[in-house]
């Protein structure tokens, strides 16, 4: 089977983690190494099915994004061989962003270089949190003090783009000490911070806890206060906010995340990724055995998709454009949709301006401070009835 498609960003999901933390419910299991090997065995099945057997490299890649679970739990050398792969099937533009997902437990100054030297040049890690109290109830297997020998080992390695994930409204966690946290992530220098509100997903071990009552949840209005202090602190440090939850220097905006938020073309690999093609969405299975029986029969080991409606393709356009501070391009979503949004949605626009949650900064229509508090209710003004 031969895809036809124009996407320039590619994801591979890389589903094992040392352990499961607390709080998540993404599709992870424990890395053993048998099961890594037949995993990359899978991705290199999938990638030749993909493009069929003639090694065709046909779109040069404009971001390259391996995440997870924790890819950097992989060895160096497997991690290797998935970027041989990469670099086998696909053109890489020579500008590319190569990120790599990594735990800061799992990195150490070899395999920084390694994947430095392989062409990688962006590294997320995953910091969370800098109080070993707030680490520990989100069951991370890191300490902050390995975060901060990750970050030098990174920049011994010569990486000079680097993200740190954090964490904020975790449960026991204060004001004081998430401002403190973000002090000493400034004290980093990254290039890009994302700071994520806590998510108390169902069937998670914290959720558990707090729906129990062992753990107390932070107050909406601590939350609030929390994300306030995200965007004064940081800001002022030069990493300016560019997405609700996203940081960057200049020029150091996440590209792979910005095509998500542009709702463009990307393709997914490995169990449970997703990709949008040509107006489909799909994701893959997300058990490996039944990722990797699904190739090993010759088929895509895709478990789900749909046709996204010309409908839910207007609607998410707009909910992921007003989630940048730069906001939705007026002109670009008229010759996308061939269509402009006031004619789509009368008068809409100009209502959510008068109540100040929308404002329109030359062709592009953004949320005000307002609006980005309440941006979950504004962006569902613009849903489909
Ligand atoms: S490291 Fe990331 S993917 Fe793995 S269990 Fe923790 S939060 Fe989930």
């Known amino acids: 089977m031969l895809e036809n498609v ?21 599709v992870s299991y424990p890395y053993n190494e048998s099961n890594a090997r037949l995993y990359v065995t899978g991705l290199r099945r999938e990638m030749e099915l993909r493009l ?19 890819p950097t739990c992989l060895s160096t050398k497997l991690l290797l061989e998935i970027i041989t792969l990469i670099k086998g099937y696909y053109n890489l533009s020579s500008d590319v962003e190569f990120t790599i997902e990594a735990n800061p437990g799992t990195v150490d100054a070899g395999k920084l270089s390694s994947l430095r030297l392989a062409g990688v040049n962006r590294l997320s890690l995953g910091a969370q949190a800098c109080s070993e109290a707030t680490l520990r109830t989100l069951g991370r297997i890191h300490t902050h003090e390995q975060t901060v020998s990750a970050v030098w080992q990174a920049r011994e390695a010569g990486f000079d783009n680097i993200n740190l994930d954090l964490i904020f409204e975790v449960p026991g966690q ?22 994520y509100g806590l998510q108390l997903e169902e069937g998670t071990l ?14 909406e209005e601590d939350g609030i206060n929390m994300y306030q202090a995200a965007i004064n602190i940081l800001q002022s440090a030069g990493l300016e906010q560019y997405e609700i939850s996203n940081f ?19 393709l997914g690999l490995g169990p449970a990724a997703h990709s949008r093609l040509r ?19 010759g088929m895509l080991p895709v478990a789900w998709s749909e ?45 959510l301006v008068n109540k100040g949650q929308l404002k329109l900064r030359g062709n592009h229509l953004c949320l005000t401070p307002a609006g980005m508090l309440l941006a979950n209710a504004v962006m569902c003004e613009f849903a489909p009835v």
């Open 307 to 351: 046709d996204i409606t010309q409908e839910n393709d207007i609607f998410e356009t707009i909910f992921l454009g007003l989630r940048m501070t730069g906001g939705l391009d007026l002109e670009r979503f008229k010759q996308r949709f061939g269509r402009s949004l006031n004619e789509i949605y009368p008068g809409l626009v100009e209502s």
């Open 6 to 26: 124009g996407h320039s960003a590619l994801y591979i999901h890389v589903p094992f983690c040392v352990r499961k933390c607390r709080y998540c419910d993404f």
């Open 52 to 70: 069929g057997d003639k090694h065709e490299k046909r779109w040069p890649l404009s971001t390259v994004f391996i995440g997870g679970g924790t």
């Open 248 to 266: 960057a220097r200049l020029n150091k905006q996440c590209r792979h995340n910005l095509v998500y938020w542009q709702n463009e073309d990307y």
């Open 174 to 195: 204060t004001l004081t000490e998430w401002e403190r946290c973000l002090e000493q992530v400034i004290d980093l220098a990254p290039e890009h911070v994302s700071a």
């Open 206 to 219: 914290l959720k558990e806890q707090v729906d129990s009552g062992l753990l107390q949840p932070c107050e």
């Open 279 to 297: 107006r489909v969405r799909m994701s893959n299975e997300t058990n490996l055995t039944d990722y990797t029986t699904r190739l090993n029969a």
